[in-house]
């Protein structure tokens, strides 16, 4: 597990999601709806009780952690990350319907690289996308990120950073 996440963009405040944080249940059903679901896992799409929520964060935090972003206040998405080996995580982001088209994706995404490269000298990072989802892929290019292989209909990409 991954220490406590803080950081904040010019848009954004991010912090590790707090499982107990009322409300929390609603809001992840009420973010992930089909159209923000329809190129993400697919039990992201299916997360439509308190049992189901839980059973999505059981496996997420299993693996890693979440980071809860928002933009004044509200919340605007949230951050995945998975540690792999030493220095290598995979990495992924939802955004909520609201935001998308502000570039938040990007940002969020630098503060993430920017915050988990400040502790290492190297750092790879893995991020995964359905090849069909052309507003990701661009994400993941102006960030840097280079097509590595393609694996069970997952485009993966990575991105080699340093400090």
Same mark, same amino acid.
């Given at each position: #597990?991954?220490e406590?996440?803080?950081f904040?963009? !010019?848009h954004?405040q991010?912090?590790?999601?707090d @499982?107990?944080?009322?409300? /929390?249940h609603?809001e992840? #059903?009420?973010?992930?709806? !089909?159209?923000?679901?329809?190129? =993400?896992?697919? %039990?992201? +799409?299916?997360?439509r009780?308190? %049992?189901?929520?839980?059973q999505?964060? %059981?496996? @997420?935090?299993?693996l890693g952690s979440?980071? @809860? =972003?928002?933009r004044?206040?509200? /919340?605007?998405?949230y951050?995945?990350?998975?540690? $792999?080996?030493?220095?290598?995580y995979?990495i +992924?982001?939802?955004i909520? $319907?609201? &935001?998308w088209?502000? +570039?938040l994706?990007t940002e969020? #995404?630098?503060?993430?690289i920017k *915050? /988990?490269? *400040?502790s290492?000298p190297?750092?790879?990072f893995?991020? +995964?996308?359905?090849?069909v989802n052309?507003?990701?892929r661009k994400?993941?290019?102006? =960030?840097g990120?280079? &097509? %590595? *292989?393609?694996?069970a209909e997952? !485009? &993966? &990409?990575? /991105?080699?950073?340093?400090?």
């Amino acid at each position: #597990m991954l220490e406590s996440m803080t950081f904040q963009t !010019d848009h954004l405040q991010a912090e590790t999601l707090d @499982r107990t944080r009322p409300g /929390l249940h609603e809001e992840i #059903m009420a973010l992930f709806t !089909d159209k923000v679901s329809r190129f =993400l896992p697919p %039990d992201c +799409g299916q997360l439509r009780t308190q %049992d189901d929520v839980e059973q999505w964060l %059981d496996r @997420r935090l299993n693996l890693g952690s979440i980071v @809860r =972003l928002t933009r004044a206040g509200e /919340l605007a998405g949230y951050l995945f990350v998975f540690p $792999e080996a030493a220095a290598q995580y995979r990495i +992924g982001y939802v955004i909520a $319907e609201p &935001y998308w088209g502000k +570039g938040l994706a990007t940002e969020a #995404m630098q503060g993430l690289i920017k *915050h /988990l490269t *400040h502790s290492a000298p190297q750092v790879q990072f893995i991020a +995964g996308i359905d090849p069909v989802n052309a507003a990701s892929r661009k994400v993941l290019e102006k =960030l840097g990120f280079g &097509y %590595d *292989h393609t694996q069970a209909e997952i !485009d &993966y &990409y990575v /991105l080699e950073a340093s400090q």
